[in-house]
């Protein structure tokens, strides 16, 4: 074998070692992806499958609170256009209230009801997440200061 072989054939090893340990990568990394989605993204384009882990933004709905026993808590978030149900059991975060963003995760049962495993709320006057600003832009909806 050729000096100019051997080097052409190191070559190839490395690139093929790289590109296996790509390929890895981003599998495990597809697998830790949670997708961030409106109302109107689930409800109107059914880019979400239950069971999927996903994230969805949006207000909470004016009087859709509701409390159960043992923790459980149901309210619907909104993008103004499309409301969502969502089910969560555990504590709220304090600043949790009717109207003020929300971002929650959690998956989709079969029935479309998002079953939330964490609800996030803003942490002052002036913050909204920035997946919510953004979806409340698009819908032409948002009421922010900063347009």
Do not use: C
């Not at 070559?11 to 989605?37: C, D, H, M, Q, R």
């Not at 993008?79 to 600043?95: A, F, M, N, W």
């Not at 709320?121 to 997946?131: C, G, L, P, T, V």
Request: negative net charge.
């Amino acid at each position: 074998m050729t000096r100019k072989q051997r080097r052409f054939t190191f070559i190839i090893g490395i690139g093929a070692v790289l590109a296996l340990a790509l390929v890895l990568i981003l599998t495990a990394l597809s697998e830790k992806i949670i997708y961030f989605y409106d109302p109107s993204d689930i409800n109107l384009e059914h880019k979400a499958k239950a069971g999927q882990k996903i994230r969805i933004g949006g207000l909470v709905e004016e009087d859709s609170v509701k409390r159960g026993e043992a923790g459980l808590v149901q309210f619907n978030v909104t993008d103004t256009q499309e409301k969502l149900q969502v089910r969560y059991i555990g504590i709220l975060p304090d600043l949790f209230r009717e109207g003020q963003g929300v971002v929650v995760e959690g998956a989709l049962d079969e029935q479309g009801i998002f079953i939330a495993s964490t609800v996030l709320a803003k942490h002052d006057e002036n913050y909204i997440s920035k997946e919510v600003a953004e979806s409340l832009k698009e819908k032409g909806v948002w009421q922010g200061e900063n347009e």
